[in-house]
């Protein structure tokens, strides 16, 4: 059963409240440190976009969270495995109610459109099951070179690059939710 904790996104302060600081929470998981960078970046750009509005953002290893803290808005991302959400974090943004959702992935710019589809389709059900008002899917980087039999499977170019994520775009989507999270101050 789908468990939303009531009043956890875009909390209006009590009237005592109304001086604190609101908070912003990334949440992700990172096996190689891609979604860690990312949630870093977002959150960094979030900090000087909204800090002279009195919100903060901090990014949150998903499996460190202690989850007592009421954050304004909730973030979460993590990467693509086995073309789908990395199951943890996949679970976790199932049962929230977020803000955003965003994923990093190496395939997804190259491989061939029908897996591009199902990469972009599965980040975008999780971000709608959270209520999410915007979801996006960067590049990712990879260990080791993808073999042969792989890069026939998936349709990627023989020159293939070790990393696929532009932290331009990253940078260019913390402008679109700094601009959204600002018009609901
Ligand atoms: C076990 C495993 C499975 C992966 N499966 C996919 C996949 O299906 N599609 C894809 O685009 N990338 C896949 N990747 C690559 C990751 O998306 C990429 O390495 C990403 O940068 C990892 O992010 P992280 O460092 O935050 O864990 C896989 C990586 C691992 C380790």
Excluded: C
């Excluded at 599965?122 to 959270?130: D, L, M, P, T």
């Excluded at 999410?132 to 990627?156: C, D, H, I, K, N």
């Amino acid at each position: 059963m789908r468990t939303v904790r009531a009043g956890r996104s875009f909390r209006k302060p009590e009237a005592s409240q109304e001086q604190e600081m609101k908070t912003i929470e990334i949440v992700y998981a990172s096996k190689t440190g891609t979604s860690k960078d990312v949630a870093r970046r977002i959150a960094e750009n979030l900090n000087s976009a909204l800090k002279p509005a009195e919100i903060q953002a901090e990014s949150v290893e998903l499996s460190g969270r202690n989850g007592d803290s009421t954050p304004w808005a909730v973030i979460a991302g993590g990467p693509i495995n086995g073309m789908r959400l990395r199951q943890d974090i996949g679970n976790f943004i199932d049962g929230e109610q977020l803000f955003a959702v965003f994923s990093v992935s190496y395939l997804v710019k190259h491989a061939r459109k029908m897996w591009q589809k199902s990469i972009t389709r599965n980040v975008a059900e999780h971000a709608s099951r959270a209520g999410a008002e915007t979801y996006r899917v960067f590049g990712g980087r990879a260990e080791s070179a993808m073999p042969g039999f792989a890069r026939f499977l998936f349709g990627l170019p023989a020159d293939m690059p070790m990393e696929t994520l532009d932290m331009s775009e990253v940078d260019e989507w913390s402008g679109e939710l700094a601009e959204k999270l600002r018009s609901r101050i």
